[in-house]
C-alpha cells in the first residue's frame, strides 16, 4: 500500500515539492526547476521566494514574481509563517532551496525560522523528509563550511550546482537542466532530459590476448 491510498477508496493525492528560491546567484536554476515540474503529472510545486530572490531574478533573468507564479501550484508570501507549508501536517515529499544563498543556509543551519523559507526548511528536517539545499557561493569560508555540515548532519543533502563536464553540454540552458534534472532525481522525479552516464567504452587492455 502506497502512502496516496492509505486509507480505502482515497484517491491519488497529488505528490507536493517545496520549492525555495533565495538570493544567491542562479535564479535560472530555480526557474528552470519550476519548468520541468511544471510537465511532470501527479505533483504539485509549493514555491516561496525571498526579497532577494526577485532582486538576482531581475538582475540575472530580468524575471518578475509573475515568472515563477505562472509555473508554480501556489506561491506563498515570505513572511507567511502561518500558511500550510509551516506545518509538518502538511504532507510533502519535501523540499529543495534552489539557489540557496549563504544567509539562508546558515538560517537553517542554526534552526532559525523566520520567516517561511526557513520554517519551511526546519519542518522538512524535523519531519525527517528530504530537504535539498543548492548552494552557491565561491570560495567558501569556513562559517559556510561548518554551515554545510550542520546541515547535512540534520539529514539534509547539500547539493551545490555543479556542471557535469564530462557530458559535454554546449550552453549554459543545457547546464542548468542538467543539473535541475539532477536534483529532481533526488526526489524520485526521473526525467528524460537528463543525461545519463553509462560507463566510458574501456580502451584495449594489452594485456587481454587479441582474437
Ligand atoms: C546580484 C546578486 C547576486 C548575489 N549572489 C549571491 C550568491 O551567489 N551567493 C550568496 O550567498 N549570496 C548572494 N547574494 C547576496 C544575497 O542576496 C544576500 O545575502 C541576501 O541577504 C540573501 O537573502 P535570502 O537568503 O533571504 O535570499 C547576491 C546578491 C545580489 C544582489
Redesign the pocket.
Known sequence: MNRSSSAEGETEAPKRLVVAV?????ALLGLRLLQLMHGVPGWETHVVL????L??AQ??LGAGREAFQQLATRVYPHKDIGSSIASGSFRTEGMVVV?C????LSAIAHGSSD?L?TRAADVALKERRRLVLV???APLNLIQLRNMVAVTEAGGVVFPPVPAFYLGLQSLEEVATQMVGRILDQFGVHLPVVKRWNGTRAPADPTTPQR
Request: charged fraction near 15%; proline fraction near 13%.
Open positions: 533565495t538570493g544567491a546567484s542562479g525571498s526579497p532577494a530572490a532582486l538576482t538582475q540575472e539557489p544563498s549563504m544567509n539562508t520567516n523559507i548552494p552557491r557561493e
